[in-house]
């Protein structure tokens, strides 16, 4: 469905990538499709995940792959059916979209336009991706932490991306817009962060049994916006429409007793206003007092 900038609401939607609008690891999934799993493990204890992709990448390259190569075995990565229509649902009743991802831009952006959800998205933040002259697919990390720390002291962080400060500027930049809520869709302990940085009236959606929904139970109170878990495609779409609706009912109910209270004020002025009026009286007796 086309969007409608007519309907557009008060809501903004934030997705986690990997296994949140997919269902796996697209690092993973490009590494293990493209036959570099034992390279990939045997080297994972020795950098950090963002450095050890880039290092894969230019392995790969090295091995002959290619950036086409790379781009198929991306294009048969899982998706859950429902994930898409309810994508275009959220947008289409006016939520503005965005991506926050420890993945990659290429990998993202190869993706969603090949689902044909590209459009759909005002913003992806993730770790930066682009071909060099040497036709090689370089990753590197969001924040440079090879010159100074990103400084959020929160383990669940990785060096390479806080995803709790991109909430922070983004939430910077609506407050600037007026009121907003926020939605907040994730798996990963990654997620945890931006968990804590939302408001008392927005929502989190953590994935059920997955690491942010663990980190979450341990002490639920540590998150001020409303909780609502899901499993997999079929309830993120069910839970995120559902609550979407929810907040759209509230606006349009504050919105009427809004008016219903502003009715009642301005009678109760109206009432208030002493006005003098002549007192009624037959005509006959008008005509005769005035003589």
Known sequence: MAYNS???NNIVVVFD???TIIDVDSDNWVVDGLGFTDLFNQ???TMPWNTLMDRMMKDIHDQGKTIEEIKEVLKTIPIHPRVVPAIKSAHALGCELRIVSDANMFFIETIVEHLGISEYFSEINSNPGFVDEHDTLRI???????????GCSHRTCPPNMCKGLIIERIQESLAKEGKKKMIYLGDGAGDYCPSLKLKAEDYAMPRKNFPVWDLI???????????KEWTDGESLERILLGTIEEILLEEENEK???SAENNCKMQTISVGINVHHEPIMPRALRVSQSG
């Open 140 to 150: 590197s990390p969001y924040h440079d932490f090879t010159n100074s720390s990103h």
């Open 217 to 227: 139970s341990q002490n639920p109170m540590l998150v001020k916006a409303a909780i």
């Open 256 to 258: 009427k007793l809004t």
């Open 43 to 45: 080297l994972l204890p």
């Open 6 to 8: 007519n309907k557009k």
């Open 17 to 19: 990538f990997d296994k």
